[in-house]
């Protein structure tokens, strides 16, 4: 038999097998309005503050006694007495003038020594050394200690919150340098940038991340230590901070201004968690597609 022939032998037909779609329902359907309204973190969290609240009107109505828990609404209006008075927003402004001081001062220094870790092996070694040593260390134990330094003054509490902010943005920072892939830096040597170009444009997007991270624990334990060194500390030229303002009427026995006070601590710490820090999220890590 020739090639031809048993060709057109070994030769099949085409075969179209057609499916029919008809009993195949919609695979998504399109969300309803309550789970639209749900999707939203926004939402979900004023929901969960929500609840918070009416825990916290109740149990105070069931405790029955405003000088231990007073109920939401009396710790509102004392709030807002404050607000109007004029009181609670000086103190509130005081106490936020002093914690960007320590905040910013400690956010240069630990830039430096990053800098100084990144760029040399003693470095490194140095700064692991001293977050070892004192990041540990409570800032609120050295304010006796800044107190006989730098004085009865403002300058006492700006050196402890240098000391909240300084070590832990700094370890921070200098893990997520250590963190940026090897991929990144090749690529980053490749197109010959320069020592500055190749540190903003490789390591700060590679590491930020974990900057972030160490600008939140930063923030958080400057704010927390400022408050307690203004309990301890109390006024400082006829002025004081959100700290003094709440020791100032647990000493008048007015509780509810007290907890109006620590109201504004919170609501502050959620405005910047929330909003400040969101946006710079977005900005940053979610707009480069390093977080979802």
Not at 116 to 143: K, Q, V, W, Y
Not at 190 to 201: A, D, E, P, Q, T
Not at 231 to 257: E, R, T
Request: proline letters at 4%.
């Amino acid at each position: 038999m020739s090639d031809a022939s048993s060709g057109a032998a070994l030769a099949r037909p085409e075969i179209y097998n057609t499916v029919s779609t008809s009993g195949i329902g919609v695979v998504q359907r399109p969300l309803g309005l309550w789970e639209r309204i749900i999707g939203y973190g926004a939402v979900r969290k004023a929901f969960l503050l929500v609840l918070i609240a009416l825990a916290w009107e109740f149990y105070a109505r069931w405790l029955g006694n405003s000088l231990i828990f007073p109920t939401f609404g009396d710790t509102v209006s004392a709030l807002v007495t404050g607000i109007a008075s004029g009181e609670l927003v000086r103190s509130a402004w005081f106490s936020i003038k002093l914690l960007l001081q320590g905040y910013v001062i400690g956010l240069v220094l630990a830039a430096a020594f990053t800098a100084f870790a990144s760029a040399t092996r003693i470095g490194a070694d140095l700064l692991e050394t001293l977050t070892s040593m004192f990041n540990p260390l409570p800032s609120i134990a050295l304010l006796p200690l800044a107190m006989i330094w730098f004085g009865l003054g403002n300058p006492s509490i700006v050196f402890v919150l240098i000391h909240a902010v300084l070590w832990s943005v700094a370890l921070n920072t200098h893990a997520g340098f250590r963190a940026v892939s090897p991929t990144w830096r090749m690529v980053g040597q490749n197109y010959g940038l320069s020592k500055i170009g190749y540190v903003v444009r490789i390591l700060i997007p590679g590491a930020f991340p974990s900057i972030l991270t160490g600008l939140k624990i930063g923030w958080a334990f400057a704010w927390r230590t400022l408050i307690a060194a203004e309990l301890v500390f109390g006024a400082s030229g006829g002025d004081g901070g959100l700290g003094w303002y709440i020791f100032q009427h647990k000493n008048q026995l007015d509780i509810p201004s007290v907890f109006a006070g620590l109201l504004t601590v919170i609501i502050f710490g959620l405005v910047v968690e929330n909003v400040v820090f969101r946006l710079l999220e977005r900005s940053t890590v979610q707009r480069w597609g390093m977080q979802t």
